[in-house]
Each structure stands twice: as C-alpha cells, then as structure tokens.
C-alpha cells in the first residue's frame, strides 16, 4: 500500500519486518484453496505483531470495494486495538495496557485504520478520534513521520492524507498545520528536472543530506494522495482514457506547479518504469533482491487508474493476473495482500472475483470471520462479465487461466515502509 534510500535505524525491526510482510515477492504457484476462518475477529493467522492493524483495515477497505460488510466481530477488534488518545499500533496483544503514544503508535497503522473504519461504516466517534490524533503529532511543515516526532517521510504523508480523504475531508484545507499543508509538504519529495532522466517525476521516502532519491513504493503512495486519495479508488471509466504525460523539463525548470501536475508527473514515471521492467516495478529497498514486486506493482495500479489512465493501469494488471508473476503464492491466504489485489482489480476495472479463474473476495472473506451481509448482485455480475467476450479482461483472464497478483499499504499503502501494510 519497497523504497530507495538509505535505511535509517529508526525505522525499527517493526518496520522492517512489516515491509516483508506485505511485499516481498515469493515463487510462483497456484491459488491454493480458502483458507480455514481463524478464531476471534482478526483477519488472517499469521503472527499479527507487524501488520495486524494494516492487514485488517486493507481488508475492510477491499471488502467495502466488493460490497461485503465484515462481521461485527471483526470491526470490533479492529475499534478494540485504538489507544485512548485515538492513535493505533501495529498490534495490541493486550489492548488493557495504555499505549505509549511515543513509542507505541505509529502514523501509517492510524490512517490504515481510519480508513478501514470508514469502509466499515458506523464508526464516527473511532474515525474523528483517529484523525484527532494524526492532526496533534503533524509536523511544522505540514507532513507527518512514520511516529510522532519522526521527521516528515512521504511514505506517512501519503497514508495520512488518505485518511482524511476517506473520512470525506480535503486535507489541504483540513489538515493544515501552522499554514502549511500536507499536500504541499508530500510535493516536497518530488524529484524534478535537475534529477537523471529516468527519475524525473519520482518521489522519494526521505529527504536528507544525501538529497532526493527515487522510490517506486513513495511515488505509488504519492500518486494516490496528490490526487486526494486513499486505498479506495474508484473503477476507471472503460469509455475514457487519459495519455500519460511525463514530466516535461523543455520549459523552464519544468517542475510540477500544483498538485495535479506532481500527480501526472509521478504517473509518468511509473508508466514508464513499468513499461521498461515488462509490466511490474522492482523493489526499492537497499539489499531487497532485484525480482519483481508484486506489492508496489498493486499499488501503481491504484495510482494509475485514480489517474483515469485504463490503458496504463491495466499493464501492470495483466502482469499480476499471470501465472509467472508469481502473486498467487506472494497472496496466498494473506489478508493484506489479498485485499490489495482486490482494491487494484477494482481501480482498473476489473473483476475480483473472476480474476484469472480466481475469486479473490471469497478468498480474502474466507481469512476472516463470516461476513455479516454480502451484495449478492455482485455475483450476477460476475456472471455476465464472463459471458462479455469483447469488453475488458474478461476473455484474456478466463481463457488464459492468468493467476493473480498483489496494498498497498502506499495505498498507498500501502506494503510500505514499515509496512503495517499495498
């Protein structure tokens, strides 16, 4: 929901394993049966210590996209893991003992939860409380870090300003801290026309002394959030298509003047870093083996079509559909991941529950506890899409028998950089 920078120790071992969680690719194989429902409300039954906040609130949002209502049970959890001051960590083995809002709770699992609060529906007083808290510990500049205190990261930026979108608000105007805004403080990680060709348009995580360096997990991120989105975006239009316009460095500086304008422009760099790599982006953390990620590819999707660039969004998306992606071993009964393909089969106008032969809702439903009510049209749908041999993905999926593919997250988020996350 995989970056290209330096690591600093501050990230932590939460971070670092919460990243692996959520985006390291694995070899291929195919969509094994659902998964048995684990007890209690949590999604998934892999250790939640790293992404237990993420992974649920990625599978809310996903749901919400496929018109499931989780069950009551599972909301309560997710509602039962906020601190008293509205903020979240990763996970709470015991949700008794007070959080140390220094050190306990972080700036991405907050705005992952609000937003899988807001697909989950009733729960006003959780979401106000969290964006309460994500406005106390915002940064002078406007952005926020991955902890209270931690500088700006755009990376946490992203997720942020996806969180107050999600609950109905403009962040540029509701978010603002000491006149500065957070979509201005995420542009500040944009690299321009003074950056090697490839990278113009890019967004970095940090922005230190070593300067600017691009990230594909930050520029997937940005791209959602320059365009005041959160994980939820909706399907692309299939009568409209809009070109992908890199960032254009004839004129004058060339550096992007608006938020519209960093947002075509980190479209471009991905469009092309896609294109160049065959269809998915490579991982940007220093040492993470040079193979495909499947996580940012997700997220690039998202970013694409919130973009309303179909042709550009569905590239990515025909790779992750394909059996030698290797997605369906890299999703496989992980929640967050799961949900992130469902989210991306969404924004590009496909179907998640026909995606290369596969039902990708049942299968993220089945990680969790029985859903308490599901949009039965939805699987009328499905019916027809299979029978459309002309429109979409249809054909080219069934036929094929492609395997699917990776939250994220960037949303963002979100994998991410610490990843509770893609």
Not at 46 to 62: E, H, N, W
Not at 286 to 292: D, E, F, H, M, N
Not at 301 to 321: C, D, F, N, S
Request: hydrophobic letters at 45%.
């Amino acid at each position: 929901m995989a970056p290209s920078f330096a690591v600093p120790a501050r990230r932590g071992a939460a971070a670092l394993a919460a990243a692996v969680v959520l985006s390291a690719a694995m070899a291929p194989a195919a969509f094994a049966d659902a998964s048995p429902s684990p007890a209690g409300g949590l999604y998934g039954t892999t250790d939640p210590k790293f992404d237990g906040v993420f992974r649920q609130s990625l599978a809310f949002v996903a749901q919400g996209a496929a018109g499931v209502r989780p069950a009551k049970s599972a909301v309560d959890w997710l509602a039962g893991q906020q601190c008293a001051d509205g903020g979240f960590a990763a996970y709470r083995a015991d949700v008794s003992k007070a959080c140390d809002p220094q050190k306990d709770e972080f700036t991405d699992a907050t705005a992952a939860a609000v937003q899988g609060l807001v697909a989950a529906g009733g729960q006003g007083d959780a979401v106000k409380k969290g964006l309460d808290r994500l406005k106390a510990h915002q940064n002078a500049d406007g952005g926020w870090g991955y902890q209270a205190g931690s500088p700006t990261d755009a990376n946490s930026t992203s997720i942020a300003i996806g969180a107050f979108a999600a609950a109905g608000q403009d962040p540029a105007k509701d978010a603002v801290k000491d006149g500065k805004n957070p979509v201005d403080a995420l542009r500040a990680f944009q690299l321009g026309c003074d950056a090697k060709e490839g990278e113009r348009g890019a967004f970095s995580y940090l922005k230190d002394k070593d300067g600017l360096r691009a990230d594909n997990l930050a520029s997937a991120a940005a791209g959602l959030a320059t365009r005041g989105k959160g994980f939820l975006v909706g399907p692309v239009k299939r009568d409209a298509d809009e070109p992908v316009k890199p960032l254009s460095c004839e004129d004058g500086d060339g550096a992007p003047k608006d938020a519209a304008a960093a947002a075509e422009a980190v479209d471009g760099y991905l469009a092309a870093v896609l294109d160049k790599n065959g269809g998915y982006l490579l991982p940007s953390m220093p040492g993470a083996p040079a193979k495909p990620d499947q996580g940012s590819t997700a997220d690039a999707v998202l970013a694409l079509a919130a973009g309303g660039h179909r042709t550009a969004a569905e590239k990515p998306l025909k790779w992750l559909a394909s059996k030698e992606s290797g997605t369906a071993a890299w999703a496989d009964k992980n929640p967050g991941k799961l949900a992130k393909l469902v989210l991306a089969a969404h924004a590009a106008g496909a179907d998640p529950r026909a995606f290369g032969g596969a039902d990708l809702v049942a299968q993220l439903t089945a990680t969790g506890p029985k859903p308490e009510a599901a949009d039965t049209a939805a699987d009328e749908k499905k019916d027809e899409k299979k029978k459309d041999d002309d429109k979409g993905f249809g054909t080219w999926w069934v036929v094929g028998v492609f395997f699917v593919a990776s939250v994220g997250a960037g949303f963002l988020i979100s994998g991410r950089k610490k990843k509770q996350q893609l």
